[in-house]
């Protein structure tokens, strides 16, 4: 299978993985889907091993992360496991975030780096705010998903992990994206 067809399968399953869940609920394929997708996330992390980089260590954590989760729900055939993958994304992503701020070089400042060398000392400090803030996000959103896996209906669940979370993922990404045209604006001015 191309790289790039495992890639985008792989990156599909994630971001529908809810709904992949949901379905099998509650038209009882749980036992087929949960090993379809251990086998794309364990091929789509085969395929990373030989690359290096920040993108691919969120990708390569994302893969095992739901490979695991499938597996073990699989194993014990049980829905709710398989309702805890948000819950590990977010908390292994709140703990890389959180722990990049304990380094010279938060994650967001990594990121940014790949796109311009050299920072001016605002933008360093902008993206040390940045990471601050989706450290937060990661454990509200965490917490959020915790309890729809653990108290809610699969319906519910869905609507939460499926929907509305990347929802907020997209308006903190566009309410960054506009802060920090903001920023750099009133920086250019000085």
């Not at 990121?111 to 803030?133: G, M, N, S, W």
């Not at 915790?146 to 979370?165: D, E, K, S």
């Not at 990404?173 to 009133?186: F, K, M, N, P, S």
């Amino acid at each position: 299978m191309p790289k790039r067809l495992l890639s985008v399968l792989c990156i599909c399953g994630i971001a529908a993985y809810p709904f992949f869940i949901y379905l099998g609920v509650s038209f009882n394929l749980l036992n087929l889907l949960l090993p379809a997708l251990a086998v794309i996330f364990l091929l789509r992390l085969f395929y990373l091993r030989n690359t290096q980089g920040i993108k691919t260590l969120l990708a390569s954590i994302s893969a095992l992360c739901a490979a695991i989760i499938c597996i073990a729900a699989f194993m014990e055939d049980s829905a709710r496991i398989a309702m805890f993958y948000p819950v590990c994304v977010n908390a292994v992503l709140f703990f890389i975030f959180g722990g990049s701020l304990f380094s010279t070089k938060p994650i967001i400042t990594r990121i940014a780096t790949l796109y311009d060398k050299e920072l001016p000392d605002y933008a360093i400090q902008y993206t040390r705010t940045v990471t601050k803030v989706w450290v937060l996000f990661f454990m509200a959103n965490g917490g959020m998903a915790y309890i729809t896996a653990q108290f809610c209906t699969v319906q519910t669940w869905t609507l939460y992990n499926g929907l509305i979370a990347y929802i907020l993922i997209g308006t903190l990404a566009g309410c960054e994206y506009l802060a920090r045209i903001i920023v750099r604006r009133i920086h250019e001015k000085k």
